[in-house]
């Protein structure tokens, strides 16, 4: 299994431009998260998707969009980059198991919106 | 708001030394809490877990202790060496939410 991937690794966006980030993971899990990591903070809740077809906002939603159009992929959109969304991504999922809820991450994706 | 946190930012150790990393919650309610590891450059990797029905709970070399008078979590690692370097966060979970994490505690291992 390759787990959690994460497609592109790099990017770099002026502003104002659109990217869509591709998450795929081979699983089977039902959930799947796409966070931001600042330096010096934690992880950060953009959405989440609870099964294919749902979407949720997270903590910090606001710039990005999401699709769970197939059960295994996860889209994180953003439509007009902006500098603050300088950040790394990284995408998570998890098959609840009605014990834990562990996340596999994915390598993640390094940001630079100038 | 409720959120989880770590005491110390850094911490540095000698190899050979035990190392133990704090995390203080605000939120009762949680019903099981994570220690992720994340090495420079990678997403971050699953330690060990505990639900809030446990004070203890033992693996290879890491123990996570749980105290819910205080509402405070410790990962302690035994014999620590130079490829425990790594930023470690603990995360708390909620039912119904997504888990919540804490902004980090950069361990560093000389030998």
């Known amino acids: 299994n390759a787990g959690v991937t994460q497609t592109p690794k790099f990017r770099v966006l002026k502003t104002g431009q659109s990217m869509t980030l591709l998450c795929a993971q081979d699983m089977n899990h039902e959930y799947m998260y796409w966070y931001r990591q600042d330096p010096g903070m934690g992880l950060r809740l953009i959405h989440y998707?609870?099964?294919?077809?749902?979407?949720a906002k997270g903590e910090v939603p606001d710039g990005y969009n999401v699709s769970r159009l197939k059960k295994q992929n996860f889209l994180l959109g953003l439509e007009s980059a902006a500098p603050s969304q300088t950040s790394v991504y990284f995408c998570?999922?998890?098959?609840?198991?009605?014990?834990?809820?562990?996340?596999?991450f994915g390598p993640g994706t390094r940001l630079t919106v100038l | 708001g409720e959120s989880v946190g770590l005491h110390l930012p850094t911490l540095s150790v000698q190899e050979g030394d035990n190392s133990i990393i704090n995390c203080a919650y605000s939120n009762s309610a949680s019903d099981y809490f994570i220690w992720y590891k994340q090495e420079s450059g990678k997403g971050p990797q699953f330690i060990i877990d505990i639900r809030s029905n446990m004070d203890k709970r033992q693996g290879q070399r890491v123990t996570v202790l749980l105290n819910k008078t205080v509402k405070h979590l410790s990962l302690q690692i035994a014999a620590t060496q130079p490829g425990d370097s790594a930023v470690y966060f603990c995360a708390e979970h909620q039912a119904g939410t997504a888990l919540i994490f804490g902004k980090g505690t950069t361990l560093s291992v000389s030998s």
């Open positions: 998570a999922s998890t098959r609840p198991s009605g014990t834990t809820d562990t996340q596999y």
């Open positions: 998707s609870v099964g294919e077809g749902t979407t």
